[in-house]
């Protein structure tokens, strides 16, 4: 079965401009101070894409493993999550 990627490939496409184009307007003399709550839409999407790519696999010669079930991702501002 042939399963195309191209919602996914856009999503991250999306989230990593997105992230880009915030932290490069708030560089002030080489460094960059914002809100978190300012990235945070981008980077849950990234780790959502990331995660799907992630556990995503193929049978067959020309495809690849699945990850292991332990796997971790590391989540940004955890401690939004405990509010």
């Not at 999503?11 to 990593?16: D, M, T």
Request: charged fraction near 30%; proline fraction near 2%; charge should be negative.
């Amino acid at each position: 079965m042939n399963v195309s990627m191209d919602g996914l490939r856009n999503q991250l496409l999306r989230n990593y401009n997105s992230l880009v184009y915030k932290l490069n307007k708030r560089i002030y003399d080489n460094e960059i101070s914002m809100e978190v709550d300012d990235i945070q839409r981008e980077l849950d999407g990234l780790r959502s894409c990331i995660v799907t790519l992630a556990f995503t696999y193929m049978d067959g010669n020309d495809g690849w493993q699945s990850m292991p079930d332990d796997t971790h991702f590391e989540n940004f501002n955890p401690m939004e999550d405990e509010e």
